[in-house]
């Protein structure tokens, strides 16, 4: 049975940068896409970035197309978001979650839901304020 555990939340003001990271072990190679969704207080979970198997394809949500990067390290079989220019409406908690409807593993990211997702981890808080 494989794990997947967020790290790397924390509190931030608008503008500032924030890495989190997602250690995968048992679903990193066996996975055919691993993604980051969040969910804030009052809304559904939503999909942010998506990058499969190979890393050679990504998909992001419009909402932060250009300001969040999502990328693998085969090595340690961990996935990262980076987060530019955060903006108070990212705070959510972040969650890593692998075998990912395939259609989804693209820029429709941002409009799949939970049941697009097999496996999920536990969640790292990510707060902006202005």
């Known amino acids: 049975q494989g794990q997947l555990e967020e790290s790397g939340g924390d509190s931030v003001e608008t503008g500032r940068s924030l890495r989190l990271s997602c250690e995968a072990s048992g679903y990193f190679d066996n996975s055919n896409c691993i993604a980051w969704f969040r969910h804030a207080p009052g809304k559904e979970r939503e999909g942010v970035a998506a990058?499969?198997?190979?890393?050679?394809?990504?998909g992001y949500a419009d909402s932060v197309k250009g300001r969040f990067t999502i990328s693998r390290d085969n090595a340690k079989k961990t996935v990262y978001l980076q987060m530019f220019s955060l903006k108070p409406e990212d705070s959510a908690v972040y969650f890593c979650a692998a075998d990912i409807a395939p259609r989804y593993c693209s820029n429709l990211i941002g409009s799949a839901t939970t049941s697009h997702a097999r496996y999920w981890g536990q969640g790292t808080q990510v707060t902006v304020s202005s």
């Open positions: 990058i499969s198997n190979s890393g050679r394809s990504t």
